[in-house]
């Protein structure tokens, strides 16, 4: 029988604190009362190998509800609550799964994946999310990557013109809310299709594990995210920075949507060696774009020029998400 979580460390407790937004529960009843797991599950590229995907502290699966009341499939973050309680060492303010959970009940965004519930035990804390039957950005990228020879843009500019809009415009709306994502890439960008595949299919940014709450006027401190996709200032030593890491690095993803890859170098999904890691470094703060070329060769004027006003290495000179939406 598994063991309930003690009120003394209780999530389910503190978040008692506080209005829930629509169709959110939380609970430390039993996750299997109300769920089952399907047999695969995501992997870290969103293909169905059973490892799961990887987010920034936790695993997702796929659940199936057992009775329907709102939704039937959904997705399942679950994070080791021994692992939680390290983070919450290594963070002074506040347990980094709890302020995640936070978040989530803040965003109320077609193009951010909305959280239905939270349950825990005593070996798990449990967020169930709204599903994306594509799987992520990351695998659909790879994917088409496969499929195309290799001097072709492996996505269409229709497709990234459909994926970059909506994941600009949920950007747009996380700065209104004085919210930093800080680790957007394409592994986070979940989709939905509605028929026509990556043409018209519907983003939901997932993982807001990494973002940070901004009060107005003040800079963020501290590293965020994974290297590929780091704006230069969030690398520089002792720098503070803003609102404007998530340009750059939804100029990333663009670029990767085009390219198949990381703008400053390594493959999408793959891990960089010590030397790989201090030459895309540099490569970010030189802003060289190995690419540049090729590119021009085979995208729109306005698709270059939009994505080196995201990949300025001036954030006073980077396009805000506002400009870029509307551009």
Same mark, same amino acid.
């Given at each position: 029988?598994?063991?309930?979580?003690?009120?003394?460390?209780?999530?389910?407790?503190?978040?008692?604190?506080?209005?829930?937004?629509?169709?959110?529960?939380?609970?430390?009843?039993?996750?299997?009362?109300?769920?089952?797991?399907?047999?695969?599950?995501?992997?870290?590229?969103?293909?169905?190998?059973?490892?799961?995907?990887?987010?920034?502290?936790?695993?997702?699966?796929?659940?199936?509800?057992?009775?329907?009341?709102?939704?039937?499939?959904?997705?399942?973050?679950?994070?080791?609550?021994?692992?939680?309680?390290?983070?919450?060492?290594?963070?002074?303010?506040?347990?980094?799964?709890?302020?995640?959970?936070?978040?989530?009940?803040?965003?109320?965004?077609?193009?951010?994946?909305?959280?239905?519930?939270?349950?825990?035990?005593?070996?798990?804390?449990?967020?169930?999310?709204?599903?994306?039957?594509?799987?992520?950005?990351?695998?659909?990228? *790879?994917?088409?990557?496969?499929?195309?020879?290799?001097?072709?843009?492996?996505?269409?500019?229709?497709?990234?013109?459909?994926?970059?809009?909506?994941?600009?415009?949920?950007?747009?709306?996380?700065?209104?809310?004085?919210?930093?994502?800080?680790?957007?890439?394409?592994?986070?960008?979940?989709?939905?299709?509605?028929?026509?595949?990556?043409?018209?299919?519907?983003?939901?940014?997932?993982?807001?594990?990494?973002?940070?709450?901004?009060?107005?006027?003040? /800079?963020?401190?501290?590293?965020?995210?994974?290297?590929?996709?780091?704006?230069?200032?969030?690398?520089?030593?002792?720098?503070?920075?803003?609102?404007?890491?998530?340009?750059?690095?939804?100029?990333?993803?663009?670029?990767?949507?085009?390219?198949?890859?990381?703008?400053?170098?390594?493959?999408?999904?793959?891990? *960089?060696?010590?030397?790989?890691?201090?030459?895309?470094?540099?490569?970010?703060?030189?802003?060289?774009?190995?690419?540049?070329?090729?590119?021009?060769?085979?995208?729109?004027?306005?698709?270059?020029?939009?994505?080196?006003?995201?990949?300025?290495?001036?954030?006073?000179?980077?396009?805000?998400? /506002?400009?870029?939406?509307?551009?």
């Amino acid at each position: 029988a598994r063991r309930h979580a003690s009120s003394k460390d209780s999530v389910i407790a503190g978040l008692a604190k506080g209005g829930a937004v629509v169709l959110f529960h939380a609970s430390s009843e039993d996750l299997s009362d109300y769920y089952s797991l399907e047999d695969q599950i995501l992997s870290q590229d969103g293909s169905k190998d059973g490892s799961g995907v990887g987010t920034s502290n936790g695993k997702m699966n796929v659940l199936f509800q057992r009775s329907c009341s709102f939704h039937t499939v959904t997705s399942l973050k679950s994070m080791d609550r021994r692992s939680a309680r390290t983070l919450q060492k290594q963070d002074t303010t506040k347990d980094q799964f709890v302020h995640e959970i936070r978040l989530l009940r803040q965003m109320d965004h077609p193009n951010i994946a909305k959280l239905y519930e939270v349950f825990e035990d005593a070996a798990q804390y449990h967020l169930v999310i709204e599903c994306s039957d594509m799987g992520s950005l990351s695998e659909v990228i *790879l994917s088409q990557k496969d499929a195309n020879p290799e001097n072709n843009l492996v996505c269409s500019e229709i497709q990234v013109s459909n994926v970059m809009k909506q994941i600009l415009v949920a950007v747009l709306y996380m700065h209104g809310h004085m919210i930093c994502h800080r680790d957007l890439r394409p592994k986070v960008i979940m989709l939905h299709d509605i028929g026509q595949g990556l043409d018209t299919c519907l983003v939901r940014v997932v993982d807001m594990s990494s973002a940070y709450k901004m009060k107005k006027h003040h /800079h963020i401190h501290g590293l965020a995210g994974r290297l590929e996709w780091s704006a230069p200032e969030l690398l520089a030593a002792a720098s503070t920075y803003g609102k404007a890491v998530d340009m750059w690095a939804s100029g990333c993803i663009m670029h990767s949507m085009l390219c198949g890859s990381s703008p400053f170098g390594g493959q999408i999904g793959e891990h *960089l060696s010590h030397e790989e890691e201090i030459e895309v470094q540099g490569r970010i703060q030189r802003g060289d774009l190995p690419e540049q070329q090729w590119l021009d060769s085979r995208v729109s004027r306005a698709a270059v020029k939009l994505l080196k006003r995201m990949l300025c290495c001036d954030e006073s000179k980077r396009c805000t998400p /506002h400009q870029a939406t509307f551009a």
